[in-house]
């Protein structure tokens, strides 16, 4: 029963580090118009890993609030889709007016993907709360999931790192301090917080990172 509460942790991790890839796949689809050819094909493995992980997710025995939280990534998944690939024919028509307003906050695109991520979370938290029922003291498997999980989203995070360096030389600083936060929790330094307060893209990325350190060190240290 544990191990069927821990998969899931297992597959939702891995849509995690799919979507983040997709995030940054788009950006450098719109700014490194070089890179389309073979992005067209990248973005289309994500899509179908994406796919075959919330089938095999579907296939487990699913608490009551993980079909909820599945319905709700459903129905905002198929809306991203939706907006992703019209921000993607955009690009192709270098239609620069639809693609700002697509990438505002608030747009049909960055709301279901922000819906999208808050599911597949709160997916994630059921099936960790679920395993800590069913064991509590299988709690160094938890915490090597939960570290499985982290690394994926760090792997996202890195490559939206190197697609923003071609977006802006004004966000040089910021990156600098996130890639210099990043050496750091490899160390094992798990204090460091970044605290930017932009209100831009790489200010949500840096608020994702230091509450990812505060879930790191809160969550999985504190098992271990």
Do not use: C, W
């Not at 849509?15 to 700014?31: K, N, S, T």
């Amino acid at each position: 029963m544990y191990d069927d509460r821990v998969l899931p942790i297992d597959q939702i991790g891995t849509v995690d580090g799919d979507f983040q890839q997709m995030r940054a796949e788009l950006y450098r689809y719109i700014y490194v118009p070089s890179s389309r050819s073979s992005g067209v094909s990248t973005i289309q493995d994500l899509k179908d890993d994406i796919k075959t992980q919330m089938d095999a997710f579907r296939s487990t025995s699913l608490l009551p609030d993980e079909k909820t939280n599945l319905e709700k990534f459903d129905s905002n998944y198929a809306t991203f889709l939706v907006e992703y690939d019209k921000t993607l024919k955009a690009a192709d028509a270098n239609d620069e007016k639809t693609i700002d307003a697509a990438l505002t906050a608030g747009s049909p695109l960055i709301t279901a993907r922000t819906n999208t991520v808050a599911a597949y979370n709160q997916i994630i938290k059921d099936s960790k709360d679920g395993s800590a029922a069913l064991n509590k003291e299988s709690g160094a498997a938890a915490a090597a999931a939960s570290l499985y999980m982290a690394i994926l989203s760090i792997a996202g995070v890195l490559i939206g790192l190197g697609v923003a360096i071609y977006m802006s030389k004004s966000i040089t600083g910021p990156i600098d301090q996130v890639a210099t936060n990043l050496k750091e929790l490899s160390k094992g330094h798990l204090g460091n917080r970044l605290k930017l307060s932009r209100k831009d893209e790489i200010g949500e990325m840096a608020t994702t990172m230091d509450q990812f350190s505060d879930d790191l060190q809160n969550g999985v240290i504190g098992t271990m």
